[in-house]
């Protein structure tokens, strides 16, 4: 038997933790484990078997348990898509979208190529303006010039995005539109059916008989912290990619019809502390034809199929940090932000945690600029103390500046779905790790898995965790050195 080593002369944990691993007879697995997880940096782990069956004969021709890991148990991606929370797993996630808005463009995936031909543009919908900012206006020919305040802003400026006077800024009306863009979104697309069905000529019924309207979209945080939304909009026939659209159905029809719906769109809302308040778009629509890869958009600069999915995969990954926000919810988990906690005889009593203020941390001690805070603030102001817009979880949705949508969303028949590129890769993991056991591969028409596993915690013990930080430099290294042009 091997002795164990004496490490009590180690203060380090992380190191003694990787000695000790380094002694363990499944290191290289352990090692491996960490590898195949590219460095996640909250994995999960957990405890349970799967078991695979031959459904023509019900016997078992393989069986998996977390009890024959090094370890005890199995880790998992966490499948964070933030890359703020997680480089390794939005990486992924960005791979996997950018993977699924091509499919929709070129084909692939399941999705045949003849949708290329289909009527497709790029749409940017803005917000509008809340009270002039700082900004860094150019001419037609890209040439910066001064700022309505006076000053020519270097790019990438703090001041850039933020209010050129903060007490006469709309911030409630700033908050109110993120929390209501997804409604927004939800509005224009009821409009834009609409709208094509009247340039076809057509009642709604008559459309789905003819014709889809298709789309996938992200979103993104401008620098003055509010929400817009890039999509790709396509014109199909009634099933989707599969079908050739319609004679009637061209670029210049979709381009006219979704100007029309955007200036349509509004949502009043009402409020004792803000009065009645309409919602729409900003002025500042963008509609683009989506090209071949031999030919341009607008004679000069191309949009073509790479071009636009690795620009919405980009932005897929992100939140809202990108206004200098932060990437944590701001309520007190114990009370929920309720700032009271119930009693056993019914009644509550003032949370121990937050002391009553519902609240994680202090707003005034965020380390954010001053905009934000305002934002934060006037989210956390109208969630914890108007009730008409409790619907709204203004609250719960504080630190992202109150959008509580989802970043990235496609219609039904737009593509593939996330969900079948992740069975995909999850099957190729498994029949990769079948192979280098030796065991034959598995035919999923004649296969069942039965799987029984339960969550044990989160994260790496700290051997482990040197090792996914060695991981990460080295993937990190790598695309450098890729981006230098080193590696091809």
């Given at each position: 038997?091997?002795k164990e080593?004496?490490?009590?002369?180690?203060?380090?944990l992380?190191?003694?933790?990787?000695?000790?691993?380094?002694?363990?007879?499944?290191?290289?697995?352990v090692?491996?484990?960490?590898?195949?997880?590219?460095?996640?940096?909250?994995?999960?782990?957990?405890?349970?078997?799967?078991?695979?069956?031959?459904?023509?004969?019900?016997?078992?021709?393989?069986?998996?348990?977390s009890?024959?890991?090094?370890?005890?148990?199995?880790?998992?991606?966490?499948?964070?898509?933030?890359?703020t929370?997680?480089?390794?797993?939005?990486?992924?996630?960005?791979?996997?979208?950018?993977?699924?808005?091509?499919?929709?463009?070129?084909?692939?995936?399941g999705?045949?190529?003849?949708?290329?031909?289909?009527?497709?543009?790029?749409?940017?919908?803005t917000a509008?303006?809340?009270?002039?900012?700082?900004?860094?206006?150019?001419?037609?020919?890209?040439?910066p010039?001064?700022?309505?305040?006076?000053?020519?802003?270097?790019?990438?400026?703090?001041?850039?995005?933020?209010?050129?006077?903060?007490?006469?800024?709309?911030?409630?009306g700033?908050?109110?539109?993120?929390?209501?863009?997804?409604?927004?979104?939800?509005?224009?697309?009821?409009?834009?059916?609409?709208?094509?069905?009247?340039?076809?000529?057509?009642?709604?019924?008559?459309?789905?008989?003819?014709?889809?309207?298709?789309?996938?979209?992200?979103?993104?945080?401008?620098?003055?912290?509010?929400?817009?939304?890039?999509?790709?909009?396509?014109?199909?026939g009634?099933?989707?990619?599969?079908?050739?659209?319609?004679?009637?159905?061209?670029?210049?029809?979709?381009?006219?019809?979704?100007?029309?719906?955007?200036?349509?769109?509004?949502?009043?809302?009402?409020?004792?502390?803000?009065g009645?308040?309409?919602?729409?778009?900003?002025?500042?629509?963008?509609?683009?034809?989506?090209?071949?890869?031999?030919?341009?958009?607008?004679?000069?600069?191309?949009l073509?199929?790479a071009?636009?999915?690795?620009?919405?995969?980009?932005?897929?990954?992100?939140?809202?940090?990108g206004?200098?926000?932060i990437?944590?919810?701001?309520?007190?988990?114990?009370?929920?932000?309720?700032?009271?906690?119930?009693?056993?005889?019914?009644?509550?009593?003032?949370?121990?945690?937050?002391?009553?203020?519902?609240?994680?941390?202090?707003?005034?001690?965020?380390?954010?600029?001053?905009?934000?805070?305002?934002?934060?603030?006037?989210?956390?102001?109208?969630?914890?103390?108007?009730?008409?817009?409790?619907?709204?979880?203004?609250?719960?949705?504080?630190?992202?500046?109150?959008?509580?949508?989802?970043?990235?969303t496609k219609?039904?028949?737009?593509?593939?779905?996330?969900?079948?590129?992740?069975?995909?890769?999850?099957?190729?993991?498994?029949?990769?790790a079948?192979?280098?056991?030796?065991?034959?591969?598995?035919?999923?028409?004649?296969?069942l898995?039965?799987?029984?596993?339960?969550?044990?915690?989160?994260?790496?013990?700290?051997?482990?965790?040197?090792?996914?930080?060695?991981?990460?430099?080295?993937?990190?290294?790598?695309?450098?050195?890729?981006?230098?042009?080193?590696?091809?």
């Amino acid at each position: 038997m091997t002795k164990e080593p004496d490490l009590r002369h180690i203060s380090s944990l992380y190191a003694r933790d990787l000695i000790t691993l380094a002694n363990n007879p499944g290191f290289d697995r352990v090692q491996a484990t960490v590898e195949r997880l590219a460095g996640c940096t909250s994995p999960i782990q957990l405890v349970g078997r799967t078991t695979t069956f031959d459904t023509t004969t019900g016997e078992a021709v393989h069986d998996y348990t977390s009890a024959s890991e090094p370890l005890g148990r199995t880790l998992t991606a966490c499948g964070n898509r933030r890359a703020t929370r997680c480089p390794s797993c939005s990486r992924t996630y960005a791979a996997d979208t950018y993977q699924l808005i091509r499919a929709g463009l070129s084909g692939g995936k399941g999705t045949p190529e003849q949708v290329r031909t289909h009527p497709r543009v790029f749409l940017t919908l803005t917000a509008p303006s809340f009270g002039p900012v700082h900004n860094r206006p150019t001419t037609k020919n890209g040439k910066p010039f001064p700022c309505r305040c006076g000053t020519l802003h270097p790019a990438g400026h703090p001041a850039l995005g933020t209010p050129l006077d903060p007490t006469t800024y709309d911030y409630a009306g700033a908050v109110l539109f993120n929390a209501h863009a997804g409604a927004l979104w939800a509005r224009f697309t009821t409009y834009l059916r609409r709208e094509v069905a009247r340039a076809a000529g057509l009642t709604i019924a008559e459309l789905r008989d003819q014709c889809r309207i298709s789309f996938a979209k992200v979103a993104e945080f401008q620098k003055r912290g509010l929400v817009h939304f890039h999509a790709i909009v396509r014109l199909d026939g009634p099933e989707g990619s599969t079908n050739t659209p319609p004679a009637w159905a061209t670029t210049t029809l979709l381009t006219t019809a979704i100007r029309d719906a955007a200036t349509r769109v509004s949502i009043t809302v009402t409020g004792d502390s803000i009065g009645e308040r309409h919602l729409t778009w900003g002025a500042q629509l963008d509609v683009r034809e989506i090209t071949r890869p031999d030919a341009t958009a607008d004679g000069t600069t191309p949009l073509t199929d790479a071009a636009v999915a690795g620009y919405v995969a980009k932005y897929a990954t992100k939140s809202a940090e990108g206004t200098g926000t932060i990437d944590r919810p701001l309520y007190c988990t114990p009370c929920k932000g309720r700032g009271r906690t119930p009693t056993p005889t019914g009644l509550t009593h003032e949370c121990a945690t937050c002391e009553g203020t519902g609240l994680a941390e202090p707003i005034a001690d965020l380390d954010v600029a001053q905009h934000v805070r305002q934002m934060i603030r006037t989210c956390w102001d109208l969630g914890h103390r108007v009730p008409d817009f409790a619907d709204l979880k203004l609250t719960k949705w504080a630190h992202m500046l109150g959008f509580r949508g989802h970043f990235s969303t496609k219609s039904r028949r737009y593509s593939t779905t996330l969900g079948a590129l992740r069975g995909a890769r999850r099957t190729w993991h498994t029949e990769q790790a079948r192979h280098r056991a030796g065991h034959p591969p598995t035919d999923p028409t004649t296969t069942l898995v039965v799987g029984h596993w339960r969550y044990l915690a989160t994260g790496y013990t700290p051997g482990e965790e040197l090792l996914a930080q060695t991981v990460r430099h080295n993937r990190q290294a790598h695309q450098r050195l890729k981006r230098e042009g080193e590696f091809e």
